[in-house]
């Protein structure tokens, strides 16, 4: 499958498919359609990414021209309560899982100090300056392909809406939104992701982005 996408934009997601050909072994989804459901969805995060005003400034700047990757693996039920255990001591199937690089890519982030966000600051520096970098890692996520199904039924969705849902669920983890901080925290992810599928189902109709 090609992830590579010419865009006109400063930052770049890539996925890569570490899960066995087909991305979905057990649907029948034709690969020309998983392409472009990944296709849309790397036009909406590069968007969000570059206009998300509780991001750091510094990876919306021209001279941050670097690709930002992230990897995805569909799994199963086994493996996904494996890893849950492992790194979250909690011994349960789960639908995703995240595993950001960094706490958080946000400014003013709830659990950053001060000292751990100007060392990102600084680090973010490094990058821009440093013409031999030309990858900028955020992450992982993990989906579990049953429990993807059986809440797509659940919820009276396709198999589609609900993979869509839950990546851009991973995502946000990834650039340090959590809803398990406080309420707040909660309300504010839950608008970023009505914000992400919203603007999915428009670059599916070639359709402009709504504004932030």
Not at 141 to 158: H, N, R, V, W
Not at 173 to 193: A, N, Q, T, V
Not at 202 to 209: C, I, M, T, V
Request: proline share 3%; charged share 25%.
């Amino acid at each position: 499958m090609n992830m590579n996408m010419n865009m006109s934009i400063h930052v770049k997601i890539l996925f890569t498919k570490t899960t066995r050909t087909p991305l979905f072994p057990n649907l029948k989804l034709e690969e020309q359609k998983i392409d472009k459901m990944l296709s849309c969805l790397e036009v909406v995060f590069h968007q969000f990414i570059s206009s998300c005003p509780q991001l750091f400034s510094d990876l919306k700047k021209p001279l941050f021209l670097r690709t930002l990757t992230m990897s995805l693996e569909v799994c199963s039920e086994q493996k996904i309560q494996k890893i849950n255990r492992s790194f979250r001591n909690k011994n349960r199937v789960t639908d995703v899982l995240s595993f950001p690089t960094f706490q958080s890519l946000r400014k003013r982030a709830p659990n950053l100090s001060m000292t751990e966000q100007s060392q990102l600051k600084k680090y973010f520096c490094s990058m821009i300056h440093n013409p031999h970098a030309h990858e900028f890692y955020i992450g992982d996520i993990l989906i579990c392909q049953k429990k993807m199904i059986q809440q797509a039924e659940e919820f009276s969705i396709d198999n589609e809406s609900e993979f869509v849902h839950l990546l851009v669920h991973g995502f946000l983890h990834l650039l340090g939104f959590d809803h398990e901080i406080s309420f707040k925290e909660e309300k504010i992810m839950g608008k970023w992701e009505e914000f992400l599928i919203k603007n999915y189902s428009l670059a599916k109709r070639n359709r402009k982005f709504g504004k932030l």
